[in-house]
């Protein structure tokens, strides 16, 4: 049967349930250009990738993504300004 969850719930039921722990952000935002390879460095469709990326500016602020014919290149504008998490 369906239930109701109030957003932290749902949030909490996503991010344990997601590969958003499987990658290294803190790596890849270190304000150089990175080559993250579908079925590489990633396991989800592009679309999905490119969509969990933009969802990362907040808390990396702005990130550059090129499309490529084997997954994406990406680049934190910020530079070294991450936060540990």
Do not use: C
């Not at 390879?37 to 990396?60: A, C, G, L, P, W």
């Not at 997954?71 to 991450?82: D, P």
Request: charged letters at 25%; hydrophobic letters at 35%; zero cysteines.
């Amino acid at each position: 049967m369906a239930k109701q969850l109030s957003n932290e719930e749902a949030e909490e039921l996503v991010l344990s349930n997601s590969s958003f722990k499987k990658y290294p952000w803190n790596t890849w935002m270190d304000g150089n250009w990175w080559h993250v390879q579908e079925h590489i460095d990633f396991v989800i469709k592009k679309e999905s990738f490119r969509n969990m990326v933009y969802r990362k500016q907040h808390e990396y602020g702005k990130i550059s993504t090129v499309e490529m014919p084997d997954g994406f290149l990406i680049k934190n504008l910020r530079g070294n300004n991450v936060s540990e998490s």
